[in-house]
């Protein structure tokens, strides 16, 4: 009798017939067994298959009665004979940093299907996951349904809402390995009263500050302070909620927009006055199993919307791995200093975190020591896209042995060179701005040099096709290069490729650290 083999993974093949290697054998010959690779499911016969793609929730009826994916693929095998544990990742999250862990956890040799929920258009598009955008991801009890449904052996929270509102912690009630933390442990950026406050606790290094729900007293400490200082919102603003106030005036005013006007809403009805520091900011990533933490590769965020660092903050608007101003001595004492005393002391508080943590670093130019600005309890975006791009590791096994406490045995490989993503946001960002504005020639832009990779933050799909722009930050032109000159290269002719009358994006991404290798910036 006739087989079938089909490559799914790194050198692993699934057979139908009497050839079938899993020590669990499929389906019978004569009946149709499901598996899946990526964002494509396949029924497979003794001398047939089609493919179908899961696009939403009414295409769940196509599955009924057949086994899960966990049960397809417990016991599959590799080449050389070696067990190896499978998993079905559920990404949840429909950003520009969702789409790139998608794509990272296409890549990993053990991850035979990835589901994002709600997703976008663009990731759906690109087949690097199947898109569930009828799933309420606030919906515990939904999500955990659809994991048991469709044997989700590990679930990535990739936005900070859902962690705070408490999704791990159900989904790890429910017995689902869950990468990123309680909704107690996402206070670090939940609160950022909290954060600052295990600072002083543990001996965190990080700005001068002070809490405040009064305005009349905000003011009084600004005067006493003098400009320039910094004025946040305690809760998520959604990347907006810290004005850096280089006069009184702005400063006063940013505390009547938090604390007198409620702009910020619930986020700004206590707000952090802390003193400004003058250097260089740099992102800072490490993995936490609940008691160890592994640094990932440096990268550096720019957050203000304008050239030169001009403009107000947004939530990002491009990026580069490495950032040269991190190095190894640097990254060991931010380690030593930051990371893993926050990890001891979020374990002494009774509230162990597990994901990745993101620190927002400041370089002090009078010290050149590091102080933390902020913690995110996510991947940065647009940070994550230059990270997983640079990824060689298999991303699966990394996350599930930091849900299973076993990051110390755990080593990261990273392509050598470097990587960029400029960022391409709706006309007017971080201000109001126009929806449904048509983008073409995507595909062109990821054709136009080799690793090109654009990602989708805030896409969707009109009557006739065509993408159209639906949020602030859009798309994410994303390259690798030999150097950080080479990236830049690519990611900008990938920028100019695309045809987007509605959309602006900044043009000096990396401009701090080109000068360090004599390069010049882009006019």
């Avoid at 490490?286 to 939530?315: C, F, W, Y």
Wanted: charged residues 20%; glycine residues 12%; proline residues 4%.
């Amino acid at each position: 009798m006739a087989s079938i083999s089909y490559n799914v993974g790194n050198s692993l093949r699934v057979f139908s017939g009497h050839h079938c290697r899993s020590s669990r054998p499929f389906v019978g010959i004569h009946s149709h067994c499901l598996f899946g690779n990526s964002s494509s499911v396949f029924y497979v016969g003794p001398l047939q298959s089609k493919s179908m793609n899961l696009c939403s929730p009414q295409d769940y009826r196509h599955f009924n009665g057949y086994r899960s994916f966990s049960t397809i693929f417990s016991s599959l095998y590799l080449d050389n004979g070696v067990s190896e544990e499978r998993v079905v990742v559920l990404v949840i999250g429909g950003g520009g940093r969702e789409h790139a862990i998608c794509y990272a956890l296409k890549r990993s040799p053990s991850c035979d299907a990835v589901f994002c929920a709600p997703g976008n258009a663009g990731i759906s598009n690109s087949g690097d996951a199947t898109c569930i955008s009828g799933l309420d991801i606030f919906d515990s009890s939904a999500v955990i349904s659809f994991c048991q449904k469709w044997g989700v052996g590990l679930v990535v929270i990739g936005p900070e809402a859902p962690l705070v509102a408490g999704l791990a912690n159900d989904l790890g009630r429910a017995g689902i390995l869950t990468f990123g933390p309680s909704s107690e442990a996402a206070a670090l950026e939940g609160s950022k009263t909290f954060m600052k406050n295990l600072c002083n606790k543990y001996g965190i290094p990080t700005a001068k500050y002070q809490t405040f729900t009064d305005p009349s007293a905000a003011k009084s400490y600004i005067k006493e302070q003098g400009a320039p200082i910094v004025v946040k919102a305690d809760g998520l603003a959604a990347g907006k909620g810290v004005i850096v106030a280089m006069t009184l005036e702005v400063a006063y005013e940013a505390v009547d927009l938090m604390l007198v006007k409620g702009d910020f809403g619930s986020a700004g009805c206590r707000v952090i006055v802390e003193e400004f520091l003058e250097g260089e900011e740099a992102s800072f990533f490490a993995l936490v199993d609940g008691e160890n933490a592994i640094p990932l590769e440096s990268a550096q965020d720019h957050k203000r919307v304008g050239d030169g660092d001009t403009g107000p903050n947004t939530g990002g608007m491009g990026a580069y791995s490495p950032a040269p101003i991190l190095t190894k001595e640097l990254e060991n004492l931010v380690m030593e200093s930051i990371i893993l005393p926050t990890v001891k002391g979020m374990s002494e508080e009774g509230c162990k975190y597990v994901g990745v943590l993101y620190a927002g670093l400041m370089i002090e130019k009078k010290s050149g020591l590091p102080k933390l600005i902020e913690y995110n309890v996510r991947f940065g975006d647009p940070e994550c896209q230059v990270l997983m791009v640079r990824l060689e590791s298999d991303l699966a096994q990394v996350l599930l042995a930091a849900c299973r406490g076993d990051l110390s045995s755990v080593s990261l490989n990273w392509s050598s060179g470097s990587a960029m993503v400029v960022i391409m946001a709706s006309n007017g960002y971080p201000g109001s701005y126009k929806k449904g504005t048509v983008i073409r020639n995507l595909e062109e832009a990821e054709h136009v040099a080799p690793s090109v990779k654009v990602f989708h933050a805030g896409t969707a799909l009109d009557a006739d096709g065509n993408f159209i722009a639906t949020g602030g930050r859009v798309l994410g032109a994303t390259a690798k290069g030999r150097d950080l000159q080479e990236a830049r290269d690519r990611a900008y002719q990938a920028v100019e490729e695309i045809n987007w009358q509605g959309g602006f994006y900044r043009q000096d991404i990396g401009w701090r650290a080109l000068p360090r290798k004599q390069f010049l910036t882009k006019a």
